[in-house]
């Protein structure tokens, strides 16, 4: 059973260009969710989707950041006109159906953003 | 709202124990984790730990809660060069699903 995907690992944009990352979640799991971590600091929570609905968006900046979760296909975290302040670490976790519960959240590689 | 802190680096010697230190601030905190991060990957949960318990024992680890002082511990025994990494402490809150993390403790093992 092969775990969380995130592509492509290392990204260089520059600025105003437009960043995708992608995140495949383990098999069997229907929840997503996005976190960042900037230089020399913890993981923040951006955003936490099912299939198709975004459940929770409380931690994406309103602006330029998007995220999906398709129904077939892997969920995307799409930045706009990206800035040298987005640079960062960006982790998707994956989590079975049911409760969500975070000790059942599975951890990608991450995608290193950086912009130049 | 919830923030979580811990001290930013531990160094100690292979086969000594090591214990890494975590406050919290939110008394609503539901479950608390150790998640390790080693260089360039992503995050692997450790262990966990529910609210109402005061200690958790895993081969090498020993998770210790304090509720009444929201004080979280990790203490690893027999470290080894491998446990050399970013160990990060998290909390959920009651009804959440979501993971609010400290900035990390790195950890270094030297021979």
């Known amino acids: 059973n092969a775990g969380v995907m995130q592509n492509p690992r290392h990204l260089v944009r520059r600025r105003g260009q437009e960043a995708r990352l992608r995140c495949s979640p383990m098999k069997g799991h229907s929840h997503v969710y996005w976190y960042r971590q900037l230089p020399e600091e913890g993981l923040k929570f951006m955003v936490y989707l099912q299939k198709e609905n975004i459940i929770d968006e409380s931690g994406m900046p309103k602006e330029r950041f998007s995220a999906e979760f398709p129904k077939e296909g892997p969920s995307i975290l799409r930045i706009q006109q990206v800035v040298r302040g987005d640079s960062a670490a960006y982790f998707c976790a994956s989590s079975p159906p049911g409760t969500g519960a975070p000790y059942e959240q599975y951890f990608g590689p991450g995608t290193r953003l950086t912009v130049t | 709202g919830e923030d979580v802190e811990q001290s930013l680096f531990l160094s100690v010697r292979e086969g000594d124990s090591s214990v890494i230190n975590c406050t919290y601030t939110?008394?609503?905190?539901?479950?608390l984790y150790w998640y390790k991060q080693e260089p360039g990957a992503g995050l692997q949960l450790l262990t966990y730990?529910?609210?109402?318990?005061d200690m958790k024992q895993d081969q090498r680890l020993t998770v210790l809660l304090n509720k009444k002082d929201k004080h979280l511990s990790l203490r690893i025994a027999d470290t080894q060069t491998g446990d050399s990494a970013i160990y990060f402490c998290?909390?959920?809150?009651?009804?959440?699903?979501?993971?609010?993390f400290g900035k990390g403790t790195m950890l270094l093992v030297s021979p």
């Open positions: 939110d008394s609503s905190s539901t479950y």
């Open positions: 998290a909390e959920s809150l009651t009804g959440y699903s979501t993971l609010t």
């Open positions: 730990i529910f609210s109402n318990m």
